[in-house]
């Protein structure tokens, strides 16, 4: 047992002390809801778009599937110096560090708001050469995914900071309240939604409430566009109680002990950490977007957009997966950064396991329901017929191995709570750029068809499940100060 416990508050003493298996339940499945209403943005966006008259309905939900990856980017990139500052907060907080927790939270917040300045570039100079030369969209397709991903990638500042604020809070052991925000922020963004995209134009019955008010308002119909509008909107309407609540619960985050200005050595120590990080997450996602670059270009025409429309579904189904794994490996940053901050290193390397086990069994319900509703549930994203088709064989070869893909994940967010985000950096480098890349194009070199391609993707997730047991089952990981988040 630590002895510091007596000092710490409720939240970090069950991080310490409560039983391992019951704590990480209790702490991760909020972050793992958390990370499915994250999610449900863009689900309530691609369910609305599909409800577009269908000459305009296709070509939107391949755009919305090309626009949300890209922009999915620059939320990872953030959540790597989000990921770093976890690592950094809870080992200072695992050790008592009351004012080292407000002077790196305040750099960090200086780091995320110098990204969205950037971003805020990307969108407006270069959303048109992204879409056409990162994906090889044409046509219909291009042309709307350019001016949806200028509206979305400007407004990032608001995705950016819901998600580090409330990494922030769970760093510190608070997993609950920013759940309860995400879901009023899915609320927001549906009634936002509902009167941007139709006006007072037709919409699925259900949301005939929306024309009065959209009269009254005199809101113009905006299709895809409006989708952009009602997520930027919505992410910025939730961000004003968490900065409150971070502010109450959490007092000298905003107001650090020195000065305000840049610390460049705790800066150095925050960015040495996140770049590894966020290369990890950008490299993952690079990997779906090659996939996806590869239909457009091999299995997709000026006049057929059917594989590029059926990749924008799947997008959805793999975004799930992949963002519940990362709210399970939210968990497991917390609690191995606060207990190897607290000395009990033991305690820190069974986290990874339990987690890696808790998202298996998620996954293993979210299959199930996959392979046995697939229709279903893609047909509230589209109608056509080959599209789905197409969708429904994707997710026949590839769903299995969302098994591999999280349990992956989650053992490489617990090695990034110690610190090691350089190693879980160079791990996924390995598996991106030697396996899965080389394994998909060898893979249509030899048979130009879309189920060799997705038989490769499902074989890198599992081939990734196995780096990472290896990997973590060396516990050399936890050993490397030098890779460690805290200098005191």
């Known amino acids: 047992m630590c002895p510091r416990l007596a000092t710490y508050d409720r939240s970090t003493t069950r991080i310490l002390q409560g039983p391992l298996v019951l704590e990480i339940a209790r702490f991760g499945v909020p972050l793992a809801l958390g990370m499915v209403l994250q999610t449900l943005f863009n689900l309530v966006d691609a369910y609305l ?46 050790a008592g560090r009351k004012e080292e927790v407000q002077r790196a939270a305040w750099q960090s917040l200086l780091a995320v708001s110098a990204l969205s300045l950037v971003f805020v570039v990307v969108g407006l100079a270069f959303a048109g050469p992204l879409v056409r030369f990162a994906f090889g969209a044409k046509g219909d397709v291009a042309a709307i995914a350019t001016r949806y991903l200028r509206v979305v990638v400007t407004g990032s500042f608001s995705i950016f900071f819901l998600l580090h604020l409330t990494t922030i809070q769970r760093a510190l052991g608070s997993a609950k309240t920013p759940v309860a925000l995400l879901a009023i922020g899915n609320v927001i963004n549906l009634f936002l939604a509902v009167l941007l995209i139709f006006g007072d134009g037709p919409r699925p019955g259900m949301f005939a409430w929306g024309i009065p008010i959209a009269r009254a308002l005199h809101i113009p119909r905006m299709g895809m566009m409006g989708a952009a509008w009602a997520t930027v909107i919505a992410r910025a309407l939730v961000l004003l109680p968490i900065v409150w609540i971070t502010m109450r619960r959490f007092p000298g985050i905003f107001t650090p002990p020195d000065s305000p200005g840049i610390d460049r050595r705790r800066m150095r120590e925050l960015l040495t950490l996140a770049w590894p990080s966020s290369s990890q997450f950008v490299l993952r996602m690079s990997g779906m977007i090659f996939v996806h670059s590869l239909v457009a270009r091999f299995f997709t025409t000026e006049g057929t957009q059917t594989a590029t429309t059926a990749m924008g579904l799947v997008f959805r189904i793999d975004s799930m997966a992949l963002f519940v794994a990362m709210g399970w490996g939210s968990a497991a940053q917390t609690f191995v950064g606060q207990n190897l901050g607290a000395g009990l290193v033991e305690r820190a390397r069974w986290t990874g396991w339990i987690t890696g086990g808790y998202d298996a069994l998620t996954n293993v319900a979210y299959v199930a329901l996959l392979l046995g509703h697939a229709l279903w549930a893609l047909s509230f994203f589209s109608s056509d017929a080959a599209s789905l088709a197409i969708a429904i064989r994707y997710v026949a070869l590839v769903a299995p191995s969302y098994l591999g893909l999280g ?72 050993k490397r100060r030098e890779e460690g988040p805290v200098s005191v």
């Open 49 to 94: 778009v599909a409800h577009l008259p269908v000459s305009e309905a296709n070509a939107a939900t391949g755009a919305l599937g090309f626009c949300d990856q890209l922009a999915a980017l620059g939320t990872i990139v953030s959540y790597g110096i989000s990921t770093a500052t976890s690592a950094v907060l809870s080992r200072h907080q695992g």
């Open 407 to 478: 349990f992956g994940i989650a053992l490489g967010n617990a090695m990034a709570g110690a610190g090691a985000t350089k190693r879980t950096m160079a791990l996924d480098a390995t598996l991106v750029m030697l396996i899965q890349i080389p394994l998909c194009a060898i893979g249509l070199a030899q048979e130009r068809s879309l189920d060799r391609l997705f038989i490769c993707v499902a074989l890198s997730n599992w081939i990734g499940a196995i780096v990472y047991t290896i990997a973590y089952a060396r516990p050399s990981w936890l």
